[in-house]
Nanobody, 124 residues
Framework: QVQLVESGGGLVQAGGSLRLSCAASGRTFSSNTMGWFRQAPGKEREFVAASRSGFQTYYADSVKGRFTISRDNAKNTVYLQMNSLKPEDTAVYYC??????????????????WGQGTQVTVSS
């Protein structure tokens, strides 16, 4: 059974940093795309960042230059380093993994497995 478990969320002041981790178990995703999405209260879940198997990375415009996605394939883990956090970054952050081949990474249906989410709250 595949599981994705996020950790590292919390409360931080604007301008601060957090690092989220997502540990996968049940299968390896070293050759697959893994990503991060977020959902703020009253809003739809949105794409944040993705890492493809060739280590190509993609970011939403709203986080480009502030967030960095990385992965440790030996640990089957993906990370999201978040710097210069803003109150509008407040959301539940979800890790996602894609089991299928292909270059898709932007949309929720592009992913097959999801974590339970971790809350990030940025105070002003």
């Amino acid at each position: 059974q595949v599981q994705l478990v996020e950790s590292g969320g919390g409360l931080v002041q604007a301008g601060g940093s957090l690092r989220l981790s997502c540990a996968a178990s049940g299968r390896t995703f070293s050759s697959n795309t893994m990503g991060w999405f977020r959902q703020a209260p009253g809003k739809e879940r949105e794409f944040v960042a993705a890492s493809r198997s060739g280590f190509q990375t993609y970011y939403a415009d709203s986080v480009k230059g502030r967030f960095t996605i990385s992965r440790d394939n030996a640990k089957n883990t993906v990370y999201l380093q978040m710097n210069s956090l803003k109150p509008e970054d407040t959301a539940v952050y979800y890790c996602a993994a894609r089991s299928r081949a292909g270059t898709y990474y932007l949309r929720i249906p592009d992913y097959d497995y999801w974590g339970q989410g971790t809350q990030v709250t940025v105070s002003s």
